[in-house]
């Protein structure tokens, strides 16, 4: 199952800036709860992680 994690964050997208917005079933959703909450603006900027739930990778 794949999910996607909404951060808002810093102009130059740092990962020490992010901050946790929710975590969703579809991209649709997740875009919709930014534009919703205004997340978007001149100086802030929007990511989406995708990541896959239940997924175990042998390494090798």
Known sequence: MTLFILY???QWKTKS??????????RVKAMDCAK???LYSNTTEVVI???T???CEECQ
Do not use: A, I, K, P
């Open 53 to 55: 739930l239940n997924l």
């Open 8 to 10: 808002q964050t810093d």
């Open 36 to 38: 919703y909450h205004g």
């Open 49 to 51: 992680e995708e990541v």
């Open 17 to 26: 800036s992010r901050v946790f917005f929710g975590v969703f079933d579809s």
